[in-house]
């Protein structure tokens, strides 16, 4: 059977082979635009990419940062995250024109859109319950209500033009809608305007699979499928070597998981609730210099 992964290894050869050379914010780059992968997450499959090895735990202690609406990288390093420490330089920060905001605090970037849209930013340790619009918990009330599940209505928006310039960096997976059909199955398609194809898609795709699975368990439904659409889909001139060991291995099987307990809030998830049915198998590290 041909495994899913390979429309992951067929976009990087795409780029490799037909994307135009651009020199972009932060680097020389090969691009293409428009691209779209279908994953499927049933029977607790979970796309993680198998021909090197993902950071899962690092990407699971992400989604859950954007759940709870935290924009504090502090969080993230306490948990042994560090992938947003370069975006959240003072340095990185005074180049955005973030002065005001402390080393760390990284603007009203994806949780506080998630959970508090459009709510007028102070700084990362401001507590801003019931301010903006928490569109996560509309969707959950949606997912969990028989009569408005399947409601065309259940989009996520990250991207907002009213804080752009209030941001360290505006979002890249801008936009995410979930779907059920037959009254129990959920899917999940992510609209991503920027795709760092050899480290940020993975992740994505990891991340919004993850996402899917924990609001299923959540709200007593089957998880589906994950359809992700690229707009800008790049590969930095550093990561092509990479990329071309990369896209000579035979992918794995995907793994499958468990979330093993219903929690009372979407916050309390935690790392340890997830059974591996099937194991994570992967190829050896392959290691890429993250851009800021």
Same mark, same amino acid.
């Given at each position: 059977?041909?495994? $899913?992964?390979?429309?992951?290894?067929? @976009?990087?050869?795409?780029?490799?082979?037909?994307?135009?050379l651009e020199e972009s914010r932060n680097g020389i780059t090969k691009s293409i635009f428009g691209y779209s992968m279908r994953f499927s997450l049933r029977d607790g499959q979970l796309p993680l990419i198998t021909t090197k090895r993902l950071a899962w735990k690092t990407c699971f202690n992400e989604l859950m940062w954007f759940i709870r609406g935290s924009t504090n990288n502090a969080e993230l390093v306490a948990a042994g995250v560090h992938i947003w420490d370069a975006n959240s330089t003072r340095d990185f920060l005074d180049s955005?024109? @973030?002065?005001?905001?402390?080393?760390?605090?990284?603007?009203?970037?994806?949780?506080?859109?998630w959970r508090h849209f459009n709510a007028?930013?102070?700084?990362?340790?401001?507590?801003?319950?019931?301010?903006?619009?928490?569109?996560l918990a509309y969707i959950i009330d949606a997912l969990k209500t028989p009569e408005s599940r399947s409601s065309r209505r259940l989009v996520m928006s990250a991207w907002n033009p009213c804080q752009i310039d209030e941001m360290a960096l505006p979002p890249c997976h801008v936009l995410a809608q979930f779907n059920v059909t037959n009254g129990k199955y959920?899917?999940?398609? @992510?609209?991503?305007?920027?795709?760092d194809v050899g480290l940020g898609v993975p992740f994505n795709i990891a991340s919004y699979s993850f996402l899917t699975h924990l609001l299923a368990k959540h709200c007593g439904l089957i998880a589906e499928e994950f359809i992700l659409f690229l707009g800008n889909a790049h590969i930095y001139e550093e990561h092509i070597q990479v990329l071309e060991?990369?896209? @000579?291995?035979?992918?794995?099987?995907?793994?499958?998981?468990?979330?093993?307990?219903?929690?009372?809030?979407? $916050?309390?998830?935690?790392?340890?609730?997830?059974?591996?049915?099937?194991?994570?198998?992967?190829?050896?590290t392959l290691k890429m210099q993250m851009k800021a």
């Open positions: 059977m041909d495994s $899913e992964e390979n429309q992951y290894l067929n @976009l990087i050869k795409t780029i490799l082979n037909t994307g135009s955005r024109g @973030l002065k005001k905001n402390a080393e760390g605090d990284l603007g009203p970037v994806y949780g506080h859109q007028a930013y102070t700084d990362c340790h401001t507590d801003y319950t019931g301010k903006g619009v928490d569109q959920l899917s999940c398609s @992510l609209y991503q305007r920027s795709g060991q990369q896209i @000579l291995r035979t992918p794995f099987k995907f793994p499958k998981i468990n979330i093993q307990e219903k929690r009372d809030n979407i $916050e309390d998830y935690k790392v340890r609730d997830i059974e591996w049915i099937e194991p994570y198998k992967f190829c050896e």
